[in-house]
């Protein structure tokens, strides 16, 4: 049976753009003094406006509001200095394995620039969207696909609309960004960028089953969803020509 539709008004839309801006945020840039000042005072992750809905999604907010709080209101400045460590290690240098690109985790190499940051791109450019260099920064990294969700979804008015977010959560960010959250913590030295990691992808499953609510359709399964997807395999067909005996005669 297919749940009962909810209705994304104007203030819904508006909420769920603004918590993905502010993911986006935390996931651009290093955390500065100022930035954590500004978290403790909106009692983040209390003022997100996509409330989880799930045991495990509750677990990760309160995570990130355990961390937040365990730091002094003023942290010291090597608390800062760690932190900046993680983030190049988990943003920049892909140290950890834990890249934010999404053609890295897909593809069967983990080679970048990939299938995912093309389709990204078409998505993007369909919403009259473009990354601002995508040599710094490609359509499939996680800032820019969180920037797209505040995008379409602030924009939502139909339930066209809503099932073509629903498809780019789908067949992008939904297919990898557990194993992102999952190396981060496995591997990060910070509690903060681990729940951070967690909590985003908790946000995002909250989205996709808010997404199904108002539709009144059920979520695909993953299975179902990488089926889909899956590249069909080819046939291994010898060509005729290189047949013994079916060349022409001299």
């Not at 800062?80 to 890295?104: H, K, R």
């Not at 591997?187 to 681990?194: A, K, L, N, V």
């Not at 989205?207 to 179902?224: C, D, F, K, Q």
Request: charged share 20%; hydrophobic share 45%.
């Amino acid at each position: 049976m297919s749940p009962s539709p909810l209705s994304l008004g104007d203030e819904y839309r508006a909420a769920i753009a603004d918590d993905a801006r502010s993911l986006a945020a935390l996931h651009d840039r290093e955390l500065t003094p100022q930035l954590f000042s500004a978290l403790r005072e909106a009692c983040f992750p209390e003022c997100l406006g996509l409330m989880p809905a799930t045991v495990s999604t509750t677990a990760a907010w309160r995570a990130m509001r355990y961390t937040l709080s365990l730091q002094a209101a003023q942290p010291h400045a090597r608390w800062f200095d760690n932190l900046a460590a993680d983030y190049a290690a988990i943003y920049l240098t892909n140290a950890y394995g834990a890249s934010p690109l999404e053609s890295v985790w897909l593809h069967d190499e983990h080679l970048t620039c990939q299938e995912a940051m093309f389709e990204l791109r078409e998505i993007y450019a369909a919403a009259g969207l473009a990354a601002a260099n995508w040599r710094k920064r490609s359509e499939d990294h996680l800032v820019l696909q969180l920037l797209y969700i505040a995008h379409a979804s602030h924009r939502a008015e139909t339930s066209d609309d809503w099932r073509a977010l629903a498809s780019m959560l789908d067949e992008h960010l939904l297919r990898w960004i557990d194993g992102f959250a999952s190396r981060v913590v496995a591997r990060s030295g910070s509690d903060f960028y681990s729940s951070l990691a967690v909590l985003t992808a908790a946000w995002l499953d909250t989205l996709r089953t808010l997404i199904a609510s108002h539709l009144g359709e059920s979520r695909p399964a993953s299975e179902a969803i990488e089926s889909r997807l899956k590249p069909r395999v080819r046939e291994n067909v010898v060509p005729l020509s290189f047949m013994p005996g079916l060349g022409p005669t001299l």
